[in-house]
């Protein structure tokens, strides 16, 4: 058995219309001075392009993206996102991020609008989208917060949920890949980015087990293990941040996944990026052999 994963993040798709004014609330309206002055010169349509084709041409199996379609989590750039994800020919898995939740948002008008799409269907509910036998299980850590905050959040009723999912999917034997947005460490965003409940799941995920965990939000290529644990945990750059520094410069996460043996998973990582002229090259590959095991712990009360 083998699969190919494509990994994705902080697309913020480019703006190309000013938004309504009746949609900037204060932190929109900071974020939007940020936007004008600063970040439409890093993340561009050009550099966005260059990888959805570089990974189209890959033909993975499926497409997981961590968060952050947006820039401003308006409601044009909501449907815009909806837009860009239905004309993909790839299946997908899709979770929010925090400038997915400048403001408060009722759900069906925001990050709501992507479940016909792969996306959740509720803030609360980890999303379950399964690939032979990978279980991409998609979790929400975008929750509004104070300006100049970028912190987020997965909450009690939400790891409960993950818990469960986590030993079931675990039990059928399946590689549990997780996808949450903020890194579940504590030294690889500042304090005021960072996930504020990083214990919380870091004990969830020890408990039930998972065997690679996916994130975005740093704009960092970066290769760690969840704390106390041999568990990996896979950062990715933005997916449209400008060529130049390949520390930074827009890129996506190979990852393929094979079960040599009823034991064993094989995870090979190859880290793509883009140069100055337009391509997509291999910059790191790391490689992962992780046990199969099948859980019969009950959930954590």
């Not at 104070?146 to 409960?160: D, I, K």
């Amino acid at each position: 058995m083998s699969a190919v994963l494509a990994h994705i993040s902080d697309l913020h798709i480019p703006t190309r219309a000013a938004p309504a004014l009746r949609s900037l609330a204060s932190k929109r309206a900071l974020s939007l001075l940020s936007w004008h002055f600063r970040r439409r010169h890093i993340h561009t349509f050009s550099a966005l392009n260059a990888v959805m084709r570089d990974i189209v041409a890959s033909r993975p199996d499926a497409l997981a993206i961590s968060g952050d379609l947006t820039n401003l989590g308006t409601p044009r750039e909501f449907r815009a996102a909806r837009e860009w994800l239905s004309r993909l020919t790839i299946p997908a898995a899709v979770i929010p991020g925090n400038h997915d939740a400048l403001t408060p948002t009722p759900w069906g008008e925001g990050p709501g609008l992507w479940a016909g799409c792969g996306g959740m269907t509720a803030p609360d509910t980890p999303s379950l989208t399964r690939i032979g036998k990978i279980a991409l299980i998609g979790v929400s850590s975008a929750v509004p917060t104070l300006p100049f905050f970028a912190s987020g959040m997965m909450g009690e009723v939400q790891a409960e949920k993950l818990t469960e999912l986590l030993i079931r999917t675990g039990r059928a034997g399946l590689c549990r890949v997780v996808m949450i947005h903020h890194p579940p460490r504590h030294d690889l965003v500042v304090w005021r980015k960072a996930l504020r409940d990083i214990d919380r799941f870091a004990q969830v995920v020890r408990h039930a087990g998972a065997e690679l965990i996916l994130h975005g939000h740093s704009h960092r290529g970066t290769f760690s293990t969840l704390p106390d644990s041999d568990i990996p945990v896979i950062g990715v750059t933005s997916a449209s941040h400008r060529p130049g520094d390949l520390r930074t410069a827009a890129g996506w996460n190979h990852i393929a996944i094979e079960q040599d043996l009823p034991d064993s998973w094989s995870i090979t990582i190859r880290a793509r990026r883009l140069d100055t002229q337009g391509i997509l090259r291999d910059f790191t590959t790391r490689r992962y052999c992780r046990p199969a095991t099948m859980t019969d712990r009950a959930p954590a009360a």
